[in-house]
């Protein structure tokens, strides 16, 4: 599987990014698709993810701000990401796995994306 995002870049402080990540190769159609970003210093934490069906799950930092979508068709996901905060800068990696216990075998993961908000 291999997972390749763009839309990454530098933007003010209460500006807006989008985000996208193509999945290619062994794709199922029940994968879990998202985000989890890493900023310096820091662990990778969940920003979010999307369920085949449309669930969603946010990390709670990234809430009202961020909306993940996804398209089935075309094996994308997507991150809107509004009212940027300086804070919000770090790398994003896309990720695809399955469900439970699944996830120890099918856990992929991108190259990461860098966004630098600026104060």
């Known amino acids: 599987v291999q997972l390749q995002a763009s839309g990454g870049g530098v933007v003010q402080a209460g500006g807006s990014l989008r985000l996208s990540c193509g999945a290619s190769?062994?794709?199922?159609?029940?994968?879990?698709m998202g985000w989890y970003r890493q900023a310096p210093g820091n662990q990778r934490e969940l920003v979010a993810e999307c369920s085949s069906g449309g669930s969603t799950e946010y990390g709670d930092s990234v809430k009202g701000r961020f909306t993940i979508s996804r398209d089935n068709a075309k094996n994308t996901v997507y991150l809107q990401m509004n009212s940027l905060k300086p804070e919000d800068t770090a790398v994003y990696y896309c990720?695809?796995?399955?469900?439970?216990?699944?996830?120890?075998?099918?856990?992929?993961w991108g190259q990461g994306t860098l966004v630098t908000v600026s104060s």
């Open positions: 990720n695809a796995h399955a469900s439970g216990i699944l996830r120890h075998v099918y856990d992929y």
């Open positions: 190769g062994k794709i199922f159609s029940t994968i879990v």
